[in-house]
């Protein structure tokens, strides 16, 4: 089973949870055990598993800046994003979850975020099920 949706984000970086989003889709796609993959086909955004707290979400975005503050980036001479690329690759763009129960199998504070390291834009998000 294939799945896409979008979301809009509103800041040049930003969390925003995707769990609940991401359950619908497995629940409706019928697999009970098995395999999803959430993917964000884009180089300037990440799916990352974190807590949903408003102080930690903060402090996602405080290492992010962090991360590449600083730095005279070769790709800003032509499109004036290379922290969002390179903070896109090191937190990664996909994540793959086990199903049970047709549910995801998460510790009780991973939830699913997209990540904007760009924004704003409209990204769109792939679910891959694989039952098995
Ligand atoms: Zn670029």
């Given at each position: 089973?294939?799945?896409?949706?979008?979301?809009?984000?509103?800041d040049r970086y930003q969390?925003?949870?995707i769990t609940e989003k991401a359950e619908e889709i497995v629940k409706e796609s019928g697999v009970k055990n098995g395999l999803v993959f959430i993917f964000v086909?884009?180089?300037t955004a990440s799916i990352i598993l974190t807590e949903n707290e408003e102080g930690l979400k903060k402090d996602w975005l405080e290492i992010f800046?962090?991360?590449t503050s600083g730095i005279d980036f070769q790709h800003n001479k032509i499109d004036d994003n290379a922290d969002s690329h390179i903070l896109s690759g090191l937190a990664g763009q996909g994540k793959i979850l086990p199903i049970k129960d047709s549910?995801?199998?998460?510790?009780?504070?991973q939830q699913i975020f997209l990540v904007e390291f760009d924004g704003p834009r409209t990204r769109k998000i792939i679910v891959k099920i694989v039952e098995g």
């Open positions: 089973m294939f799945k896409e949706f979008n979301v809009s984000t509103e969390l925003i949870d086909p884009h180089s800046k962090k991360l549910r995801t199998v998460r510790g009780t504070w």
